[in-house]
């Protein structure tokens, strides 16, 4: 079983290499985003010399006015122009970047989760893969739609705001630079704990994800149960541990963020002392200073950004690793390189052959235990037993959702590993104990078992399967969205809709699932009789705890603990003091009582 792997306690942004290898499928918009970051930053890094030009030049010998210091306000008023375009040019497009690339991430998780077979979804909880879907992905678009390209714009503009210092005034420039080290050391000691929480915090995230999905999923029982109180606290816990989790993280930020501003800043303070040295000894002109001061409050809050910026960054980068897991998640039922075609035409014969089988959650506990059983084409066969004797797990081999651990599964004589599971399924249609229905129209529900399916076709199947008479009173009839889990129809309506859809498989086997189990008297004669349709010609190995749903079976396969222990009809079995004729006593005593 491939399980999403433990995480690596990385200390680095290295894991948005994923996000980057999904952006980089849009060149263009990444050049237009690079050439207008580099000009705003340009642009912003040349006003502060633009100021000097006005001080030294347009002020000079007691100008204060007319032609002279108009030019370089012009000039000035050219370079915001040119900022302020070059900005909205670069937000556009990385606002672009991000929504597509965090779209194209979300497209490929969602890809790859269909391919994986259901054991992986009994080792990985349903609510945390949607939580790194979508809350995770929502940190992706914030850092690529904006942190990211706000630290870019910080990097070129400190790194042009030193080159500018360096050349306005190379001693005072110098004894600025001595205090980066005192920067960059508490960004990066920090700045790995901050990541370590980031990730804490985002799995604290999903815990509530997972408890608000479940307790909705089934509120009729905590409801039933008066369990209101309970669930609200296991509510309540899971988010105090996210609060108490983000409480650390902001802690750490915090932290960071107040050092390395106090530490530039304080630099600053010390350097623009000294250059006020200069200018009243002379060696500095009063523009220069005025650059260099500007200059250097870019440059500490362009540093002071990036520092914020480090934390989200490392933020996503626990988001990114956690999709990457899920991208990274291999199918265990695959394709072979070459596969054997099943063939044709399809007789729907169904063989185990020492078979034995346990599922990945419950690997101490055999399910199929050297388990073998042939079913002929075009029969009836009826599977009974005690519940976890094995009866659900024939089906779940059958379409292959899982290989056995030893022995062959085989349909029309060939080996299931041997032939692609799309084909296998191609072959078989079900109809399961709990008919799940989507939260789509009725059409869609019905067009799942055959999307091409005229309208002809979909009421043909649904007269076939008593479900046309309820269809038809729908207020828009197969346009009807069918609510949430088909909450819209009753039990016996949203399994004669699974028999429906059943019917448009047209597959040459048929596995039924407890079809008849939990319906009143009448919704289970209308589902009875469509099921004697639907089995018409078609091989059809019923589930069934209803003894009387299955007198009409070619042969009846009695089976316990992943075995089988006895085989026959109704007639020869009940004649037999064996486990079916108890169960069968019971049932129809009950029934007469």
Request: a neutral charge.
């Amino acid at each position: 079983m491939s399980n999403v792997p433990n995480r690596p306690k990385g200390k680095s942004i290295k894991n948005l290499r994923m996000v980057w290898s999904f952006a980089i499928a849009y060149p263009g918009h990444i050049a237009i985003a690079g050439l207008a970051l580099l000009v705003a930053a340009g642009a912003t890094s040349g006003v502060p010399y633009a100021f000097k030009l006005i001080i030294d030049k347009g002020f000079a010998n007691g100008a204060g006015s007319g032609p002279s210091i108009a030019r370089w306000f012009e000039y000035l008023l050219l370079l915001v122009g040119v900022m302020a375009l070059a900005t909205a040019t670069r937000f556009y497009f990385v606002s672009w970047l991000g929504e597509r690339t965090v779209a194209d991430i979300r497209l490929a998780v969602h890809r790859n989760l269909l391919r994986l077979s259901p054991g992986f979804f009994e080792e990985n909880r349903p609510a945390e893969i949607t939580s790194r879907i979508t809350v995770d992905t929502t940190i992706i678009e914030q850092v690529v739609g904006t942190t990211l390209s706000v630290a870019l714009r910080n990097l070129v503009m400190g790194t042009v705001c030193i080159a500018i210092l360096f050349a306005l005034s190379a001693k005072l420039a110098a004894m600025l630079l001595l205090g980066v080290p005192l920067v960059v050391i508490p960004i990066i000691v920090v700045g790995r704990k901050v990541r370590a929480v980031s990730t804490q915090s985002q799995d604290r995230i999903a815990d509530v994800g997972a408890v608000t999905s479940e307790v909705l999923g089934a509120m009729k029982i905590v409801q039933a149960f008066n369990q209101q109180g309970r669930e609200a606290a296991r509510f309540a816990d899971s988010v105090e541990r996210v609060f108490t989790t983000a409480k650390k993280r902001m802690l750490l930020r915090a932290i960071m963020t107040a050092t390395v501003i106090f530490l530039l800043f304080g630099a600053i303070t010390m350097i623009i002392w000294q250059g006020a040295i200069d200018v009243s000894s002379g060696l500095m002109s009063g523009g220069t200073i005025a650059a260099f001061v500007l200059y250097g409050a870019l440059l500490a809050g362009a540093f002071g950004a990036l520092s914020e910026s480090y934390g989200d960054l490392l933020r996503a980068s626990g988001a990114s690793e956690r999709l990457g897991e899920l991208l990274a998640a291999k199918p265990d039922i695959e394709a072979p390189a070459s596969p054997a075609q099943l063939p044709l035409p399809a007789r729907g014969e169904l063989s185990f052959e020492h078979v034995t089988f346990h599922y990945p959650t419950r690997k101490e506990t055999s399910a199929l235990a050297d388990f073998s059983l042939s079913v002929r084409p075009r029969e009836r066969l009826a599977v009974v037993g005690p519940s976890g004797a094995g009866k659900t797990t024939l089906f779940q081999l059958a379409e292959r959702f899982y290989d056995p651990q030893s022995g062959r599964v085989l349909m029309d004589g060939i080996d299931l590993r041997d032939a692609d599971p799309a084909d296998i399924r191609q072959r078989i249609a079900m109809v399961p104990q709990e008919t799940l229905l989507f939260a789509g129209t009725a059409r869609d529900n019905l067009r799942y078992g055959n999307w091409d399916a005229s309208d002809d076709q979909l009421w043909q199947a649904a007269r076939d399967a008593h479900a046309e008479d309820f269809l038809r009173a729908l207020p828009e009839g197969l346009d009807t969205f069918m609510g949430e889990g088909g909450a819209r129809l009753s039990g016996g309506q949203r399994q004669r809709m699974a028999i429906a859809r059943a019917l448009l498989r047209d597959a040459p086997l048929l596995l039924l699932d407890e079809a008849t189990s939990a319906l009143d008297a009448e919704s289970e004669r209308l589902v009875q009789d469509a099921l004697d349709r639907l089995m018409a010609d078609r091989t059809t190995i019923v589930i069934a705890h209803r003894l009387a749903t299955v007198r009409a079976a070619d042969r009846i396969v009695v089976m316990d603990h992943g075995k089988i222990v006895e085989e026959g009809t109704h007639a020869s079995l009940t004649a037999e003091s064996g486990l079916y004729a108890r169960l069968a006593r019971l049932q129809f005593e009950q029934h007469a009582a």
